[in-house]
């Protein structure tokens, strides 16, 4: 380090950037967070504490005051942390624990945010006998176009997160262009069993109605009316809902489109057959022993037949299966349904894991083998 | 489910001559499946005891005394106050004065159980959530009440019943009925087939041309036929029932009532009748034999698993009481530390010590015997974890002594290991603590590291919180510089060094189960967030105590916070009642929760700002 560099390193503020009262700040900011979202989860829910106050950069007090959220925090930690290492490892008798406990908690952090904006969390619905590749998410919404014949469908689709009407999408090279007149992103929808709706709609829903949104956003079903555009055509009004059963065809010309608001679908790099789904109960109860599905998976060319079960996933390239949950019909047909999860930084929270262990097991070793040494030294300097 | 109720008012019972001398420790093996797994009668009789009355004996009668003469003569236990009723408003709504009481007879609830019905019924339709504390005790009353009725109707196939008794001879004869005493259920029952051809001749014709002989026929089989309709799904489940390739267990009345049966299964049923009618009988010899031989009938028959097999385990662990002894010699050993600290005699010390392996080793027994039973690792639930910090913080408390000589370390294993007990005792009334684990939780390994860990981790917290109320108590008589202030410093220090290292493990290992098992690895559950704050709060500590931010008394101050937050995670998390680890909770838990909160931050309050400061070195 040149005596700029070093200089500068010393100055007040970035000592002060990298000083333990900082820490401890960031910690007792971090607690507060923490106590505070776990209590607003009894009446907001898992998903509204993640957002508020765990995935924000602030927390807005009465909606005026702001907070640090989790996001700043989590971020002033980890530069603290960094300049501490890079002070001790430049300028400090080396603490082998001390570094690798810090060290450690530097890559959870890294994990932490990779997983927080690459990591993807999705479901798959099978039902006994069915095979699907493509899981969908759980409350994120597209708006998506195919041509309507033919096995192999290219999907164009859109995210309708905070769609705004008014707003033309293109789904070129389809000649379709949608216009949003409304959307909700939790919606009440109305049939007029007397009259034809004067909307092209799927089921017939003649009006829609905007919902506040769910404590769990999994409960949200969104709608909006659209209107559609393409060449030879008179444009349509179209009235699409979460919940209608089957997308609405378009005819354009001689082709005929699809178009449907649904969960947003994710292609995973394997095919998978629900063959047959198990449930155990303790005897005499209604308390569930273990639920099972068993698979066939077909991929990289190879066929083969497993079980997902409770604490046995199947992984395969980067993506995870989980067992969930299920859906029994009262004629005995069974659902199984899978979390699916594609995470690259999945292995970061192990490795760093292992690090702060042995760290924390290195450190205080030391410091018990050092207080052993004194306090014989001591004994000897008594007798 | 409303003509039971029915026929219980209808019923009524009339006490038997019956003499309290029948003995019924050959009951307390006989295996019962509850709850999803298979228990001894003794086990089964504490928990509905406790259910009903939130105790686990009654007057000098043990619980199983009393199911027994629940099941046999119900007459004679109708005016026990075993129905805990924590709302007086309950008690006032049915009519009757609770006064100071909060336990209430049978018979002092059966005059008002036509209009409990009527307000359960309306408390049902309201969402459980909505429900205020009120509805949901009448709720628990009227569930407690109806499996008591239950309980008390689950033998009557063997008692004698007028709607059995025959008048004329010939048909006594027919059925080679003995003469005298009145007949059962059972009795006609088993000699049912001897009445079918008279019941097929009569099918055809008018009643009108029936003779006595096949009126009375008729007028018997009805009765048979709707006690059998009126007695289905009651307990007690203690016959083995094979089928589909699998072990099921039903109860009496479900052999009898279901057609179940077999040659094999009737002949149970009537050896259950002998059991009840020698207890009535008082009887002891015969009673004991009658029992015995069932017993001997339903081993022979049912599948040797594991909850069979380990029954008589169970009932050794039951009646040991290992936990109960060890809190005697917590206590013993926590005076003894006192007194060491009092009289400061080596012996003194070394006696204490003494006591406190002593406690410990029950405790530990106890705990390894549960394992056994349950092939589990130690912690399956709630109650089970406190027995577990209990004994850890023993262990921490007994290293301490050995390092140190000077009593704390007694003092602190006597104290934590009696609280820690005596909380854990209250823990039990909420159940079977050796209950089945549902699928999530249903894995060894992660049972096994994850939890362990982290109450491991608990436990060290805990200990460095004790650490801290006697370094705040000695700091009011001397100075921080005083050796045995440093020495109570520095186990502090080490116990909280050994709390973070295993609330830390212990949290990472539940981020990988939550991996493993539903593909995130934090998700900002209360439960994670608990175990987070501890974290959190033990490095705060130590990077505070770095910096020089705080002293030595802040340290055993918040040492002291840890514990509360501690409790926090433990329990205060189950109190919110969201996520995925919210396992159940009651109020009176809650109470006690901000209770022992409260006194921690007086204690503080009461000590810190006091302690003694270093004299001025006069010049």
């Known amino acids: ?383 | 489910m409303i003509m039971r109720w029915l026929l219980l008012v209808l019923i009524g019972w009339a006490p038997l001559g019956w003499s309290d001398a029948v003995k019924v420790d050959k009951l307390a093996g006989l295996p019962v499946q509850e709850g999803g797994r298979i228990m001894p009668l003794d086990t089964y009789a504490r928990l509905k005891l406790l259910q009903f009355s939130g105790k686990s004996t009654i007057g000098d009668d043990t619980a199983l005394d009393w199911l027994a003469k629940l099941l046999f003569v119900p007459g004679t236990v109708e005016s026990l106050p075993v129905l805990l009723v924590n709302h007086p408003e309950v008690m006032e709504a049915l009519g009757v004065d609770p006064g100071d009481r909060r336990r209430f007879s049978f018979a002092e609830v059966h005059p008002g159980l036509a209009k409990l019905h009527e307000m359960a019924l309306k408390a049902y339709e309201i969402k459980d959530e909505e429900r205020s504390p009120v509805e949901k005790e009448l709720l628990r009353l009227h569930h407690n009440l109806s499996q008591y009725a239950e309980l008390a109707q689950a033998f009557q196939f063997s008692e004698a019943h007028r709607d059995f008794d025959i008048a004329s001879d010939e048909l006594k004869t027919i059925l080679e009925l003995p003469s005298g005493t009145g007949n059962s259920f059972l009795d006609i029952y088993l000699r049912a087939p001897r009445m079918s051809s008279t019941l097929e001749a009569i099918e055809q014709r008018d009643p009108s041309e029936w003779s006595a002989l096949e009126m009375e026929v008729y007028q018997v089989s009805s009765s048979l036929y709707q006690w059998s309709q009126h007695h289905r799904a009651l307990p007690v489940p203690m016959i083995p029932l094979q089928g589909h390739g699998q072990e099921d267990w039903v109860s009496p009345w479900d052999v009898l009532a279901l057609g179940l049966a077999t040659p094999e299964l009737r002949q149970e049923a009537a050896m259950l009748q002998d059991v009840a009618r020698h207890y009535r009988s008082g009887n002891q010899l015969e009673f004991d034999l009658a029992a015995t031989q069932f017993e001997r009938s339903v081993m022979k028959r049912a599948q040797p698993t594991r909850g069979v097999l380990h029954v008589p385990l169970e009932l050794r662990y039951n009646q040991l009481e290992l936990f109960y002894k060890s809190k005697l010699l917590y206590g013993l050993a926590f005076l003894c530390g006192l007194a060491g600290i009092l009289v400061n005699r080596r012996w003194v010390r070394l006696a204490g010590v003494g006591l406190t392996i002593a406690a410990a080793a029950p405790h530990a027994l106890g705990i390894i015997w549960r394992m056994m039973i349950m092939g589990r690792p130690p912690m399956t639930n709630l109650y089970a974890t406190f027995l577990f910090v209990g004994l850890v913080v023993v262990l921490l408390g007994l290293v301490i002594e050995w390092f140190q000589r000077n009593n704390l370390g007694t003092i602190m294993a006597g104290f934590s290991g009696l609280t820690l007990l005596l909380v854990a005792a209250r823990f039990s009334s909420q159940g079977d603590t050796m209950g089945v684990v549902v699928a999530v939780l249903d894995s060894n390994f992660w049972l096994a590291t994850h939890v362990v860990c982290i109450t491991i981790g608990y436990a060290g917290c805990v200990a460095a919180g004790v650490a801290g109320h006697v370094y705040l108590l000695q700091a009011l008589f001397r100075t921080e510089e005083h050796p045995a202030l440093r020495s109570t410093m520095k186990s502090l220090y080490g116990l909280l060094a050994f709390g973070l290292i295993f609330s830390f493990l212990g949290t990472m290992l539940g981020g990988v189960w939550a991996d493993q098992s539903w593909g995130r690895f934090w998700g900002w559950d209360p439960k994670e967030n608990g175990a987070l704050l501890i974290v959190l709060w033990c490095a705060l500590l130590f990077h505070a105590r770095l910096g020089n931010m705080i002293g030595a008394r802040g340290m055993a101050a918040g040492s002291i916070i840890g514990v509360i937050i501690v409790i926090f995670a433990w329990l205060g998390v189950n109190l919110l009642g969201v996520g995925l680890h919210s396992y159940g909770f009651t109020s009176g838990l809650a109470r006690g929760m901000w209770i022992s909160i409260g006194i921690e931050l007086l204690f503080i309050l009461a000590t810190a700002p006091f302690a003694k400061r270093p004299a001025r070195v006069m010049a």
């Not at chain 1, 949608?178 to 007397?194: C, D, I, L, P, T």
């Not at chain 1, 198990?278 to 569930?288: D, I, N, S």
């Not at chain 1, 014989?376 to 007798?383: D, F, G, I, L, P």
């Open chain 1, 1 to 383: 380090m040149n005596k700029a560099a070093a200089t500068w390193w010393k100055s007040a503020l970035v000592q002060w950037m990298f000083s333990i009262p900082l820490t401890v700040f960031c910690l007792a900011l971090l607690m507060i967070l923490t106590f505070w979202g776990t209590l607003y989860q009894v009446e907001h829910g898992l998903y509204a504490a993640q957002e508020k106050f765990f995935t924000s950069w602030a927390v807005w007090v009465l909606g005026v005051i702001p907070f640090p959220g989790g996001k700043l925090v989590l971020g002033v930690l980890m530069i603290n942390l960094l300049g501490y290492m890079i002070n001790m490892l430049a300028f400090q008798p080396l603490k082998p624990g001390i570094v690798m406990i810090h060290a450690g908690l530097l890559i959870m952090l890294i994990g932490g945010a990779i997983t927080h904006y690459y990591g993807e969390e999705s479901y798959l619905s099978l039902w006994e006998g069915e095979t699907s590749n493509v899981s969908s998410a759980y409350h994120e919404w597209e708006l998506a176009v195919w041509k309507r014949d033919g096995a192999m469908r290219d999907v164009l689709a859109i995210d309708t997160k905070g769609l705004p009407a008014g707003e033309t999408l293109s789904f070129a090279p389809t000649p379709i262009t949608v216009e949003v007149k409304e959307y909700h992103g939790n919606a009440r929808a109305y049939q007029n069993k007397s009259e034809p709706s004067p909307y092209l709609s799927a089921m017939n829903i003649s009006r829609i109605e905007g919902a506040p949104l769910r404590k769990e956003p999994v409960e949200n079903i969104p709608a909006g009316i659209f209107t559609v555009r393409a060449p030879d055509m008179e444009p349509k009004d179209v009235l699409l809902f979460g919940d209608d059963t089957a997308p609405l065809i378009i005819p354009v010309g001689d082709e005929e489109y699809s178009i449907g608001l649904r969960q947003i679908r994710r292609p995973m790099p394997l095919l998978i057959k629900l063959i047959d789904f198990r449930k155990e109960l303790h005897p005499g109860t209604q308390t569930p022993k273990s639920f099972s599905s068993l698979v066939e998976v077909q991929a990289d060319g190879i066929t083969r037949q497993l079980t997902i079960s409770m604490n046995k996933p199947l992984r395969h390239r980067g993506y995870t299966l989980y067992q969930q949950s299920y859906r029994e019909t009262p004629d005995g047909k069974e659902s199984s349904t899978f979390a699916v999860t594609h995470n690259i930084g999945r292995l970061l929270p192990y490795v760093s894991t292992g690090i702060v262990v042995l760290g924390m097991i290195v450190h205080f070793m030391a410091m018990l083998v050092k207080h052993a040494r004194r306090q014989r030294r001591q004994r000897e300097a008594v007798s």
